[in-house]
């Protein structure tokens, strides 16, 4: 199974609404990320976690709260979003944090209204 | 801070032409990956190059690295529509954090008949 799992494929979510983001693999990788991408634009390291450890948060505001509750799952809550939160959320997976090759999930396409 | 530069940002190609694109960085990494993009989809691995003077082909499609030049190649061979999409490089980034990719801004690829 070399696949990133993540659901759902899209989300509607209001400013005041709770929701989740599901990521899941089974490759046996300890290092798991947290991307989001805008529209014709790279995608942007938001956390990392390595061996269910968060070791990266690159200084994303708190209404983005990580999970990781096993070594094959990590979640993102969302709360208190803005419309520019809008975007395609990736969730990745690599062997080990070392720059080693990610693997990345079909993403979950994000709307704030 | 590791920089990727990738060049062109905009590529349109005929059918069954050639043409490179480039990415550099500006500090030491021995690892290097492409990724394809296609619009609205996750980003799918192309190519993995770990030492210098890799190469690595896929159909019309080759990859080089060469870590004392801090640069990697993408080459396509007599282009087809199939191969319109954003083609990514990303370079594994040791320093600070626990190691991370960095990736260029990506390059848009149309290939037209």
């Known amino acids: 199974d070399t696949e990133v799992t993540q659901t759902p494929k899209h989300l509607v979510m209001g400013m005041t609404n709770k929701k989740s983001l599901k990521c899941e693999q089974h490759m046996g990788h300890r290092a798991m990320y947290w991307y989001k991408q805008k529209a014709k634009k790279p995608p942007e390291l938001m956390f990392v976690?390595?061996?269910?450890?968060?070791?990266i948060n690159e200084s994303v505001p708190s209404r983005f709260s990580p999970e990781c509750p096993n070594s094959s799952l990590l979640n993102l809550h969302l709360h208190a979003l803005q419309p520019e939160d809008s975007a395609l959320y990736l969730c990745?997976?690599?062997?080990?944090?070392?720059?080693?090759?990610?693997?990345f999930g079909q993403g979950t396409r994000l709307t704030v209204v | 801070e590791l920089k990727v530069e990738q060049n062109p940002l905009f590529l349109s190609m005929q059918e069954g032409k050639n043409y490179t694109i480039y990415c550099n960085y500006s500090?030491?990494?021995?690892?290097l990956y492409w990724y394809r993009q296609d619009p609205g989809k996750s980003l799918e691995s192309l190519f993995v190059l770990l030492s210098n003077g890799a190469v690595k082909q896929e159909g019309r499609l080759m990859a080089s690295l060469d870590t004392k030049a801090r640069l990697s190649t993408l080459h396509i061979t007599a282009a087809v529509h199939d191969l319109s999409a954003t083609y990514f490089c990303a370079v594994a980034n040791y320093g600070g954090s626990q190691g991370n990719l960095i990736f260029g801004k990506g390059t848009k690829l149309s290939v037209k008949p």
């Open positions: 500090t030491t990494s021995d690892r």
């Open positions: 990745a997976s690599s062997l080990l944090s070392g720059g080693t090759e990610a693997f």
């Open positions: 976690y390595s061996y269910e450890k968060l070791s």
